[in-house]
């Protein structure tokens, strides 16, 4: 995107994408904007910390309170297996890390942790595992 284009998005639109009040081509090209520029995210950042809290009961805020854009957490599990389109791995890295989801990010953070087996577990599956190989070895007190 375009120096110029970026420029056309000033803190009102920002504000309005906040409250998810944009139309769907503003909408897209302001999320594009946002994918393409560290310094619009930075200033989308100023303008989430600087808004007042109106808006509470807005179509908007109800959406993002019922979390309509979240994705499910299949969908999350496929992210981090690699396993998505690359257009909707796109949307949900932004979903997570620009929008920064606080629902998302937990859900990932928990499903990182149960992808990864713990010291204990890898220890114990390998002792079985050893064991039951070598059971022949052990004749008749090992077979019980």
């Not at 303008?47 to 499910?72: D, K, Y």
């Not at 999350?76 to 989801?101: K, M, N, Q, R, W």
């Not at 606080?102 to 064991?131: F, G, M, W």
């Amino acid at each position: 995107m375009s120096a110029e284009d970026q420029a056309m998005i000033d803190v009102e639109t920002l504000r309005a994408y906040l409250l998810d009040e944009l139309p769907p081509g503003t909408l897209a090209r302001v999320e594009k904007a946002l994918r393409d520029s560290a310094e619009l995210r930075a200033q989308l950042e100023d303008v989430r910390q600087n808004r007042s809290e109106v808006g509470l009961h807005s179509l908007g805020a109800i959406w993002r309170r019922s979390r309509l854009t979240c994705p499910s957490r299949q969908q999350l599990g496929s992210l981090l297996l690699d396993a998505l389109d690359p257009d909707l791995a796109s949307y949900l890295t932004f979903h997570i890390e620009v929008v920064e989801c606080p629902y998302c990010q937990a859900n990932l953070a928990d499903l990182k942790v149960k992808a990864e087996p713990s010291a204990h577990e890898a220890r114990t599956t390998r002792h079985h595992k050893i064991l039951q190989s070598s059971r022949h070895l052990l004749g008749e007190e090992g077979r019980g």
